[in-house]
């Protein structure tokens, strides 16, 4: 089974503080993606990644940046993490390969509070 | 632009059928997914439908799709109370990016 694992599942992090969200999936997929959950907007994407070393902006980027330096490992920053970004993380993974149809796995997510 | 519409709540009794309706607006979506998130959990895949297909069948669950209308249906058959979750319906766009609905609540009572 595809498993994509969120390093933390739970984080308080002060107003100001850089955030480290680590995400690692097992099954050599191609692309990673870094979505910000919030009741009554649904999902929404902060980044994604379809290659090591690349990126790109999803709909909101204000505020986070990404890094994938393995092809296994997608982590997303917050350089100066601000009340407004409190909110559910959720890392997700997929493998163009796949003959049976395009299907995206999702981590547990990461819950983070700034205060 | 990409956008997908869902309903926020729907209630029903156990053993009913459960409904869940979805619009969008991509015409060149490939594949529209539906998830199903419990409490306090990450996004559970339920089933998928690849665009040239009008209906996909996998035991409770009926996916309907009409594309020319841009509507996406989940059919829940004899609905448990574990079918309690919030469900999102999502379109795939380029690179696999996926465009989700707000999610509808659904609550079913014993």
């Known amino acids: 089974d595809v498993k994509v694992t969120q390093s933390s599942r739970y984080l308080v992090k002060r107003t100001g503080e850089k955030v480290f969200l680590e995400c690692v999936q097992d099954?050599?997929?191609?692309?990673m993606f870094w979505y910000r959950q919030d009741p009554g907007l649904g999902l929404r994407l902060i980044y994604f990644?379809?290659?090591?070393?690349?990126?790109e902006k999803g709909d909101i980027p204000e505020g986070y940046s990404v890094s994938r330096e393995k092809k296994e490992r997608f982590s997303l920053i917050l350089e100066s993490a601000s009340t407004n970004q409190t909110s559910m993380y959720l890392c997700?993974?997929?493998?163009?390969?796949?003959?049976?149809?395009?299907?995206?796995?999702f981590g547990e997510g990461s819950w983070l509070t700034v205060v | 632009g990409e956008d997908v519409e869902q309903s926020l709540f729907l209630s029903v009794r156990e053993g009913d059928s459960s409904v869940i309706n979805c619009t969008y607006t991509?015409?060149?979506?490939?594949?529209l997914y539906w998830y199903k998130q419990e409490p306090g959990a990450g996004l559970q895949l339920l089933t998928y439908?690849?665009?040239?297909?009008d209906m996909k069948q996998d035991q409770r669950l009926t996916v309907l799709l009409n594309k020319k209308d841009k509507h996406l249906s989940l059919r829940i058959a004899d609905t448990q109370t574990g079918d309690s979750a919030i469900y999102f319906c999502?379109?795939?766009?380029?690179?696999?990016?996926?465009?989700f609905g707000t999610g509808t609540r659904l609550l079913v009572s014993p």
């Open positions: 997700a993974s997929s493998s163009i390969q796949r003959p049976t149809g395009n299907t995206i796995y």
């Open positions: 991509d015409s060149s979506s490939t594949y």
């Open positions: 999502a379109e795939a766009t380029g690179f696999q990016k996926l465009v």
């Open positions: 439908i690849f665009s040239n297909m």
């Open positions: 099954m050599d997929h191609e692309n």
């Open positions: 990644s379809y290659d090591v070393k690349m990126k």
